[in-house]
């Protein structure tokens, strides 16, 4: 059974950093193009950053560029969400997703496979 397991979410002062995991089971993260994304209450979900399958081509938010970085281990089979100066506006709860395709995107109709979310906090 395919499956996308999500952690590393918590509550952290503006400023700090958190490391968000993907963890897959039942496939290869190698062959799928990971994204990640985000919903804020009352706001729609939106792309934060994603994979390609192969080389490995990024994307990211222009909110989040410089800060957030993604990278994908094979051998664990889990993409990373590092993300570093947090700010208040990054608090949500944040979602992996797969999408069986070559090169990176942020449309999420384009995924298939979401994991459960994980809540970030960011709050002095």
């Not at 952290?12 to 897959?24: E, I, K």
């Not at 919903?39 to 990211?60: D, F, L």
């Not at 999420?108 to 960011?122: A, L």
Request: proline fraction near 4%; charge should be neutral.
């Amino acid at each position: 059974q395919l499956q996308l397991v999500p952690s590393g979410g918590g509550l952290v002062q503006p400023g700090g950093s958190l490391r968000l995991s993907c963890a897959a089971s039942g496939f290869t993260l190698d062959y799928y193009t990971i994204g990640w994304f985000r919903q804020a209450p009352g706001k729609e979900r939106e792309g934060v950053s994603c994979i390609s399958s192969g080389v490995g081509s990024t994307k990211y938010a222009d909110s989040v560029k410089g800060r957030f970085t993604i990278t994908r281990d094979s051998a664990k089979n889990t993409v990373y969400l590092q993300m570093n100066s947090l700010e208040p506006e990054d608090a949500a709860v944040y979602y992996c997703a797969a999408a069986h395709r070559w090169g990176p995107t942020m449309r999420m109709d384009e995924y298939t496979y979401w994991g459960q979310g994980t809540q970030v906090t960011v709050s002095s």
